[in-house]
T-cell receptor, first 117, second 113 residues
Framework: EAQVTQNPRYLITVTGKKLTVTCSQNMNHEYMSWYRQDPGLGLRQIYYSMNVEVTDKGDVPEGYKVSRKEKRNFPLILESPSPNQTSLYFC????????????????FGEGSWLTVV | KQEVTQIPAALSVPEGENLVLNCSFTDSAIYNLQWFRQDPGKGLTSLLLIQSSQREQTSGRLNASLDKSSGRSTLYIAASQPGDSATYLCAVAIYNQGGKLIFGQGTELSVKP
C-alpha cells in the first residue's frame, strides 16, 4: 500500500529540546516536502526536496532543518523548538522527476501534532 | 508573491445539491493547480490536478476548471452527499520554482442529510 508515514503523530516537548519528526515513503518518490498547518494561516510549506541531497526552502523555513540522505526518508529537525512552532505538521511526497510541475499526485502523511511548552 | 484565496470559507448545503467552490490566485505563472480534500484530523487527499495547459479535469461527480488568465479555478461537486463533508483546499505549483506549492486556506463544506 502506498504510504507516507510520519512519526511521532503526537508530541509535547519543552522549549529548546531538539526533536526530529521522521517521514518515510514507500513509493520510490523523488519529491518530498514538509508543511505546517495553523488556524487562520492554512498550510505553509517549510522545506522541499527534489531528490537525494537536494533540498530547498519553502515559505517558512526559519527554525527548521531537513536532510535527504536517502530517497525514502525526509526528516524534519527542530534544533531549538519554540512555542511558535506548535502546529500540525504534514509530510508529502510525489513521484515527479521534474518536480510537482509534471503533474503527479501528491501523497500526504496523516500529520504530526507538535506542542512546544 | 503568489497568493491563493478560497471563497467561501465555509458552506452548508442540503444533500443532493450541486455546488461550486472557488479558488483564485494572483500570479498566472503556474505549472498546475490541484484540489485536495482534508477530513478532520487527517492528511490531505488529492482529488484533481489541472495542468496549466488544460481547462478542466473530471473525476466521478467532481469537475475542476482552470482559467489561468483570470487566475481562477472552480471545483464543481454534483449531487452532493453527506460523505462529501470535509475541507477542500486548492494549491498552485509555482512556475520555475519546481518544488514550491502554495495553498489556499480552504472551504469547509457541510452536506446535511
Amino acid at each position: 500500500e502506498a504510504q507516507v508515514t510520519q512519526n511521532p503523530r503526537y508530541l509535547i516537548t519543552v522549549t529548546g529540546k531538539k526533536l526530529t519528526v521522521t517521514c518515510s515513503q514507500n513509493m520510490n518518490h523523488e519529491y518530498m516536502s514538509w508543511y505546517r498547518q495553523d488556524p487562520g494561516l492554512g498550510l505553509r510549506q517549510i522545506y522541499y526536496s527534489m531528490n537525494v541531497e537536494v533540498t530547498d526552502k519553502g515559505d517558512v523555513p526559519e527554525g527548521y532543518k531537513v536532510s535527504r540522505k536517502e530517497k525514502r526518508n525526509f526528516p524534519l529537525i527542530l534544533e531549538s523548538p519554540s512555542p511558535n512552532q506548535t502546529s500540525l505538521y504534514f509530510c508529502a511526497s510525489s513521484l515527479s522527476l521534474g518536480g510537482i510541475g509534471s503533474g503527479n499526485t501528491i501523497y500526504f502523511g496523516e500529520g504530526s501534532w507538535l506542542t512546544v511548552v | 508573491k503568489q497568493e491563493v484565496t478560497q471563497i467561501p470559507a465555509a458552506l452548508s448545503v442540503p444533500e443532493g445539491e450541486n455546488l461550486v467552490l472557488n479558488c483564485s490566485f494572483t500570479d498566472s505563472a503556474i505549472y498546475n493547480l490541484q484540489w485536495f480534500r482534508q477530513d478532520p484530523g487527517k492528511g490531505l487527499t488529492s482529488l484533481l490536478l489541472i495542468q496549466s495547459s488544460q481547462r478542466e479535469q473530471t473525476s466521478g461527480r467532481l469537475n475542476a476548471s482552470l482559467d489561468k488568465s483570470s487566475g481562477r479555478s472552480t471545483l464543481y461537486i454534483a449531487a452532493s452527499q453527506p460523505g462529501d463533508s470535509a475541507t477542500y483546499l486548492c494549491a498552485v505549483a509555482i512556475y520555475n520554482q519546481g518544488g514550491k506549492l502554495i495553498f489556499g486556506q480552504g472551504t469547509e463544506l457541510s452536506v446535511k442529510p
